[in-house]
């Protein structure tokens, strides 16, 4: 089993920035693949943003693309996505997910790809 704790979330106005930690603890050697996805009042979870434990390769969606920045510090057993010019658009409650991995970036932009899950973060931006 994999615990994941997201943290980091907040209101801010539209042009700010937030980051968000992911704590991870628990069975973590088994899992290479970090995702983050967000869930919009009333729309459907999408991806925004993956990494590899292992190699720190990342991909993320277009909406984010050059304003979002996922890292990760192994010391720590943690993930954080780093959000610069945010829009109101980017409201979501955002989630960290944890994945066996590998695979393409096809297929590590689906929800079917992580097995465990943290409760979300509320991010709220303002126009």
């Known amino acids: 089993q994999v615990q994941l704790v997201e943290s980091g979330g907040g209101l801010v106005q539209a042009g700010g920035s937030l980051r968000l930690s992911c704590a991870a603890s628990?069975?973590?050697?088994?899992?290479?693949?970090m995702a983050w996805f967000r869930q919009a009042p009333g729309k459907e979870r999408e991806f925004v943003a993956t990494?590899?434990?292992?190699?720190?390769?990342?991909y993320y969606a277009d909406s984010v693309k050059g304003r979002f920045t996922v890292s990760r510090d192994n010391a720590k057993n943690a993930v954080y996505l780093q959000m610069n010019s945010l829009k109101p658009e980017d409201t979501a409650v955002y989630y960290c997910?944890?994945?066996?991995?590998?695979?393409?970036?096809?297929?590590?932009?689906?929800?079917?790809?992580?097995?465990?899950w943290g409760q979300g973060t509320q991010v709220t931006v303002s126009s």
């Open positions: 990494i590899s434990w292992s190699i720190g390769r990342t």
């Open positions: 997910a944890a994945g066996y991995g590998p695979g393409s970036d096809t297929w590590l932009t689906r929800g079917a790809a992580y097995q465990y």
């Open positions: 628990g069975r973590t050697f088994s899992s290479d693949a």
